[in-house]
Structures are given as C-alpha cells and as structure tokens.
C-alpha cells in the first residue's frame, strides 16, 4: 500500500535506508525490474547512483520509504533492469507502482520549478506544517500543482458511433478522444462542452462524469467523461486537430495504446478486452 507522508524532504542517495523504494525517471520512462514487475531498491542501485544524487520523498510504500529522482543523463542501467514507460505503470496489476510514479514525478517537476520564490526571487524551503513549499523572507507559500483535463467521448446513432479525432502532436497515426485543459473559472461541464464545441464544431448534451486518471506529463490529472452530440458537424476547428470522424466498434482506427485514459474509456465502451 502506498502512503502519503505529509512531509517533504530532499536527502542524498547514501543516507537513503537499503530496503528504498525508488522511482528513477528519464523522461516519461521509469526504471524498473526487466520483468515489469517492480520498481527497485536503493540497495540494488547503490552501484551505480551516486551516493550524492539528490533524492525526494514521495512516501510510503508497503512500508518503505518512497523516494525519487530524475536520472542523470550519464546512468549505465543496472543489470536486470529496464526502463519502462510510465503509463505503462498505470495499468500495472499493482496499482501502487502507478501511484508512486506519478506522485514522485510531480513532485520532482513541481520542486524543481520552485527553487526560488516567484514573488521575491529568495530561495525555497519545504513547509514544515503542510504539503507546501515556502518562501522564507516573504512568506509566499506553493502548493503542488495539479492542472485538471477534461477528456471526452462523444456517441451518437443510439450509442453505435463515438467521435475519434488526430491530433497533429501523435507520434503514431492513432486517433483519440476530445481532450483539453480546464479554464480558470470554468465547470468540469463547461470545459467538456467548450473544448468539443473549439476543436469539433459540434455540441453536446448529457455530459457525465466516467473516471479519472493522473497524468504526470508534467501535472495533469485527465477527468474522463461521456456526453451526446446533440448538433453540428464534425470538422478539425483550431488547427490542433488534423483529421476526425465517427467510428463504430466494427470500424475502429488505430486508437491510443494501454495505460491512457482514452484507451480504457474506448475499451470499457465497447467491452474490448
Ligand atoms: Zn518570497
């Protein structure tokens, strides 16, 4: 089970206990067992991490301690183990994995961005009362921050159709559902319906929640919904979208891979395996 200790602290490799958990980043990718079973120890990297590397604290993890740290460029990967890609870890039979994942590369990304205060330029510590980091001259306080994504998939014919789109950013010819970034200000509704009516052209009704995942790309958390079309025709809109149309379960194009959200949405829709 995986715990979140309400304190931050950075410490070096050396001093970490032998039994670590440790989630090592490069890029979106994180070490792990070359059977995909496990992340590893700070024992079984204490051969090749330098015993100096900065390293956060993320929690607890079946009683361990969780720490993380981007790896240097420089790393040789130790025998017996891989680097795989973090949305893979979301879909790991131990959800623990996919937690820690995410929580250590946020927390990396979100410490990183606040070495210095924003207000007054002074440097940062961690709160010692709160899950913040703090500005010892001024007082300004930073919380982690989580930037909330709707994503949605749209049916239409009684339910047999589902509204695919590509966006120009896939690196594979795959199509996706209708994604974007919640607006200050704005409903989880309102964006669901803002977003599809900016890239599709289209609108649409009985909009409902499904489920979320996180996505630590660098600090998203992806909110998953369904809704109806209800008018309009569906044509790429902003220029994000290259190409879109309503597919049926018999006539699918090549859809995202396991471990996003859209996948598991299309998948559950359509009681693919
Ligand atoms: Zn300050």
């Not at 410490?11 to 995909?36: C, E, H, R, Y």
Request: proline share 6%; charged share 20%; with cysteine.
């Amino acid at each position: 089970m995986f715990t979140i200790n309400p304190t931050h602290r950075e410490q070096s490799f050396g001093t970490l206990a032998p039994n670590s958990t440790i989630v090592f980043f490069n890029g979106k990718s994180a070490l792990m067992t070359a059977d995909g079973s496990r992340l590893p120890t700070s024992a079984e990297l204490a051969g090749v991490l330098d015993a100096g590397t900065t390293m956060m604290f993320a929690g607890t993890m079946d009683g361990a301690e969780c720490w993380g740290a981007r790896m240097p460029q420089e790393f040789v990967l130790p025998q017996g183990f891989e680097l795989i890609e973090s949305r893979l870890a979301f879909v790991h039979p131990n959800p623990d994995i996919g937690y820690a994942i995410s929580r250590c590369r946020e927390f990396i990304s979100w410490r990183n961005g606040h070495r210095l205060c924003g207000a007054c330029g002074a440097k940062t510590s961690f709160a010692t009362n709160d899950l913040a980091i703090v500005c010892p001259a001024c007082g300004m306080m930073y919380y982690p921050q989580i930037a909330p994504a709707v994503i949605t998939m749209i049916t239409r014919n009684n339910g047999k159709e589902i509204l695919l789109a590509h966006n120009k950013r896939f690196t594979t010819p795959s199509f996706s559902l209708i994604a974007g970034f919640v607006e200050s200000g704005e409903s989880l509704e309102q964006a669901v319906a803002r977003e599809i009516l900016e890239e599709t052209g289209v609108t649409v009704k009985n909009i409902r929640y499904l489920s979320s995942q996180p996505w630590p790309f660098p600090n998203s958390l992806m909110l998953g919904f369904m809704a109806e079309y209800d008018s309009g025709e569906a044509y790429p809109q902003d220029g994000e979208l290259s190409e879109m149309g309503w597919y049926s379960k018999e006539n699918l194009p090549m859809i995202p891979s396991r471990g996003s959200i859209a996948r598991k949405i299309i998948d559950e829709y359509f009681g693919l395996a």
